[in-house]
């Protein structure tokens, strides 16, 4: 697979999983552009890589992580009520959102948004499977109890 | 929910997200079918799931246009800046060769080598 087409196929999901995570237009094309420098320096690897979504993601991920630290952002910069406002009107879906871990909604969000699975969740994370498994049950049991809320 | 030997409540729950997502085995597919029609807390489980999918797919942002041109741009010329290793060995050993004392380059080849 050429940069080219790597590009085209993924640029959507991970300017996507970037406006989840941050709330700042300039941040995120920033580490969109370092994470596709990276994607093109790293090409060689794609040969062993399992999932290429995962993987361009968990680049994503890391350089997020990165520069929020070099900038002396707090991590938990990020204010989901801020960002959820902007594609959903419903007030307690981004409640329920606000009452995640990071790590949780990028679990949830990487379930349902970009259907990843488990295994891809920690190759993405750089975490266990069990730990995705684990977070992604905790916060599934708070989604439902969010959807009872919504239905009563 | 009554278990099937082997699975959690989080199985059962990716279980039926990857027949939403479509994503499943023809026999994991057929063992959905199965708990669809045996199992009535499956049943409730996958229309959880349906709202959750469907909630959280307004949550995709797509790129402005001006964003993906200006970054992709902004790569090509970072690919343009780069030099190739091999470009560069073969610019510098000479330059390297000439300037440094003899023992110095016999060090360097050393160190090269043990890298």
Known sequence: ?152 | MKQECGMNANDYSDLALGYIQGRLSPQEKQQVFQLIMANPEFRELMRVELQLTSAFARLKATPPQSVKHRVYLRVLEAKREEISPDLARAILTPILNYSLPKCVSRIMTYCQRSV
Request: hydrophobic share 45%.
């Open chain 1, 1 to 152: 697979m050429s940069f080219d087409e790597i590009y085209a196929r993924y640029v959507d999901s991970v300017y996507s999983f970037l406006k989840f995570r941050l709330n700042d237009d300039y941040l995120i094309e920033e580490i969109l552009q370092e994470t596709f420098i990276a994607v093109y320096r790293s090409l060689d690897r794609l040969a062993s890589v399992q999932s290429v979504k995962a993987w361009i993601l968990g680049i994503a991920h890391h350089k997020m992580v990165d520069i929020l630290r070099r900038n002396k952002y707090e991590e938990v910069a990020f204010d989901q009520n801020m960002l959820v406002e902007e594609f959903s009107t419903d007030l307690t879906l981004k409640e329920i959102l606000s009452q995640l871990d990071p790590a949780g909604a990028t679990i949830i969000y990487g379930l349902y948004v970009e259907q990843l699975s488990c295994q891809e969740l920690a190759e993405m994370l750089e975490i266990p499977v069990g730990t995705v498994k684990s977070k992604a049950y905790n916060a599934r049991a708070k989604l439902r109890n969010w959807l009872k809320g919504v239905e009563q």
